[in-house]
């Protein structure tokens, strides 16, 4: 098969994140990508694809990445990178193809900033002898040199570059949305509101396709609602507590963040419902499931029940205004205090039951980092582990678990109904993670 | 609550779930409806929606709250990539129906066990006392 060298240039940050967001958007183009150099440290990744096209659907909708370029060529300084152009087997074929076309210069720097005049370096590639007019507003080709510095310390950046990429534009990639759902602006947010960049590029990794269906069983404020909204997903959630999904009147609720966002026929409905009694009917298949869970920082963790079910013997005959008092409008049901490893069970049940196969359960759990004991994962038998992605805090972290339903043939390993949380997370963070 | 989430909802009682009984609920006939024509029609969204939609049901519902002109069959599309102006007419309607048709006050109730559900500020509220949890 033929293919070409492009250079994806990513964000560095969440680089815990940023291959599994590649792979998750490779596996649903259809892409099969060789990660051997694939390197952790690196904002880089210099890649083969079979053309643009493919490139282009690869990147557009990746959040931890910046752009995706035709490669031309690299090197340590100014000098060498035109070395290396100049000697591509591509690079007279290159030349010819883009002879005509409008074109501008673009610098990208990554850890520093440069001191060298900019035009005098752009005046050095002349021998590519583009004829086009330069267009700095709608050019037809964008060419880009992508630097990287060393910090000379921690205060102190560097001036000249490293290592130099050249290459074409082929696509940027969807990092704007960041902008555009940063919590800053959304009409209706909440405590429990997740940050727009992790929370897009949870929905990546979970495989959000347009036109599926993704539910939220812990939908808060709706913020994965959102980003599962922005990649084109009709989006249900649910929430034990009504008055988060509820919001503040009419503009200030999910449905008005849809609205605010241009997404209004992505979103279906926010339930007041308990996950644990769920009322979505059991052969609807979902095909990815994104939450956040309470795990007790803010919310406690909740389900239905009486806490002393002695208390409530009978309760069911007590009848107001002649109509049994729990079918009243206004009835409050009980809730009782659940764990969270029962919590993560019953997910993980479910996900094995109302996923189709093949699609995606992704939460986000929380751990504390002085603990000398290791992090138990739950497991189900019907599901694959695909990634579990570390964000780092002071005193505790948080990770992704993604995984995919594989169904009851998979046989997998699977730790259900075993304790796995050492102390309560809760208790811990409220202390301080001070034993 | 749109039209579309009835035909996604049974009765949260698990004991209801071992009856044929617990899907669809059945609705209120006095259900205040609402339509909101702001909502855009996308006819390749709204195709893999119909795909999922499980039309006795919806029949059931649509009939609870008094409309009766639903067909016994799920309308087909012409076969081929290209719509159709039928085609286009059935997307249509079903988007008026799903997609901008929503339940803002009411009330709706398992065939099975009985138990009521309200529907508020179109939020349905699927909790349970404790007897039924």
Redesign the interface.
């Known amino acids: 098969m033929m293919s070409k060298k492009y250079l994806v240039y990513m964000a560095h940050v969440n680089v815990n994140f940023r291959r599994a967001e590649l792979e998750s958007l490779a596996d649903l183009c259809g892409l099969d990508i060789d990660f051997s150099t694939y390197n952790e440290e690196s904002p880089f990744f210099v890649v083969d694809l079979p053309d643009d096209t493919q490139a282009s659907k690869w990147i557009k909708r990746s959040v931890l990445s910046k752009a995706i370029y035709e490669y031309w060529g690299e090197g340590k300084n100014l000098e060498e990178l035109h070395e290396s152009i100049k000697s591509q087997p591509f690079h007279e074929h290159y030349k010819q193809l883009y002879r005509q076309d409008s074109f501008k210069f673009e610098f990208e720097t990554y850890r520093g900033s440069a001191k060298a005049n900019r035009v005098e370096q752009i005046e050095t590639f002349v021998y590519l002898g583009f004829q086009g007019k330069i267009d700095m507003k709608k050019p037809d080709q964008i060419y880009a040199i992508v630097e990287e510095y060393k910090p000379v310390s921690d205060n102190v950046g560097s001036t000249v570059p490293e290592k130099m990429f050249f290459g074409r534009l082929v696509q940027r990639s969807d990092r704007h949305a960041m902008e555009v759902y940063d919590l800053k602006k959304r009409p209706y947010k909440g405590t429990t509101s997740f940050e727009a960049e992790l929370s897009l590029a949870s929905a990546n990794i979970a495989q959000v396709k347009p036109g599926s269906i993704m539910y939220d069983p812990f939908a808060g404020t709706g913020s994965f609602l959102s980003a599962g909204g922005h990649y084109g997903a009709l989006v249900i959630g649910s929430d034990i507590d009504g008055r988060m999904i509820r919001g503040k009147g009419a503009a200030h609720n999910i449905s008005s963040n849809f609205k605010y966002y241009g997404d209004s026929i992505q979103f279906l409905d926010v339930l007041t419902m308990d996950f644990t009694h769920n009322a979505l009917r059991s052969n609807l298949k979902i095909d990815t499931i994104l939450c956040d869970p309470p795990y007790g920082i803010r919310e406690g963790i909740k389900v239905l029940g009486a806490k002393d079910p002695e208390k409530y013997i009978g309760k069911e005959e007590v009848e107001i205004h002649g109509k049994k008092s729990y079918l009243h409008r206004d009835y409050i049901p009980a809730k009782k205090p659940y764990s969270l490893d029962n919590l993560l069970d019953d997910l993980l049940q479910y996900a094995s039951e109302g996923l189709a196969i093949g699609g995606r359960l992704a939460f986000w759990m929380p751990t504390a980092n002085d603990e000398n004991v290791e992090t138990v994962i739950p497991l189900h038998s019907c599901l694959e582990l695909k990634y579990n992605c570390v964000q780092e805090f002071h005193k505790w972290s948080r990770r992704l678990l993604v995984y995919e339903n594989k169904g009851p043939d998979f046989k997998g390993e699977d730790n259900t109904g075993i304790k796995r949380a050492v102390s309560n997370f809760r208790d811990r963070y409220f202390a301080n993670f001070n034993k | 609550?749109?039209l579309?989430?009835s035909n996604?909802?049974?009765?949260?009682?698990?004991a209801c779930?071992n009856s044929n009984e617990n899907?669809p609920l059945r609705y209120d006939a006095n259900c205040q409806l609402q339509q909101d024509e702001?909502?855009?029609?996308?006819p390749?969204?709204l195709i893999?929606?119909l795909e999922?939609v499980?039309w006795n049901a919806l029949v059931q519902v649509a009939s609870d709250l008094g409309n009766k002109s639903l067909p016994p069959q799920k309308p087909e599309l012409s076969p081929g990539d290209d719509l159709t102006d039928d085609d286009l007419a059935i997307i249509r309607d079903m988007h008026s129906l799903l997609?901008q048709t929503s339940i803002v006050e009411g009330?709706m109730s398992c065939r099975n066990c009985g138990?009521?559900y309200?529907i508020?500020?179109?939020?349905?509220?699927?909790?349970?006392?404790?007897?039924l949890?």
């Open positions: 609550m749109k579309l989430t996604f909802l049974k009765c949260s009682v698990k779930d899907f702001s909502i855009d029609c996308n390749e969204f893999n929606i999922r499980d997609i009330q138990h009521v309200y508020k500020n179109g939020i349905p509220n699927l909790l349970l006392p404790p007897h949890a």
